[in-house]
């Protein structure tokens, strides 16, 4: 199982560029990258839509969001913000080079969030191999950014 979910976390990883891509092609075609984000939203709330009419048969687990918190709702304004840059980077500094710079606000924020226990996740403390590797992914973005 664990081998499986490994597996899914690289292949959606792997989706992104793709999608980056996609998206910033749409940005030239409509020149507007907000309006391209605004059309991948849409285009992946109908697919989600589809699916959850395909497959889901008891929708009650919907009218449990009005029990969320506010900032609970921020993470589809935070995933606009997210789309939209990506839209507006990639053909400015390359798929490569903007993915490397998306992973390592990832991580680096990521440490935080575990180090802390934010946002309900359980604690991980940041130590010196955590920092090795977050050093090795600015490295390698680096690298990126010369060569």
Not at 1 to 7: A, R, S
Not at 42 to 54: D, E, N, Q, T
Not at 136 to 143: D, F, K, M
Request: aromatic fraction near 10%; charge should be positive; glycine fraction near 10%.
């Amino acid at each position: 199982m664990k081998f499986f979910l490994i597996l899914l976390a690289i292949v959606s990883g792997a989706a992104l560029p793709i999608q980056a891509a996609l998206n910033a092609k749409m940005g030239k075609v409509i020149e507007d990258p907000v309006y391209a984000a605004l059309i991948s939203f849409v285009v992946g709330s109908l697919g989600l839509m589809a699916y959850v009419i395909a497959v889901k048969t008891d929708l009650t687990a919907i009218s449990r969001t009005l029990d969320a918190h506010w900032s609970v709702w921020t993470a589809g304004i935070l995933g606009a913000f997210y789309v939209t840059c990506v839209i507006i980077l990639a053909p400015k500094l390359g798929v490569a080079l903007t993915f490397g710079l998306v992973v390592t606000g990832q991580l680096g924020i990521s440490l935080i969030i575990d180090h802390y226990g934010f946002l309900g996740i359980p604690a991980h403390a940041i130590n010196w191999p955590r920092i090795a590797g977050i050093s090795l992914i600015i490295a390698g973005v680096t690298l990126i950014r010369k060569f």
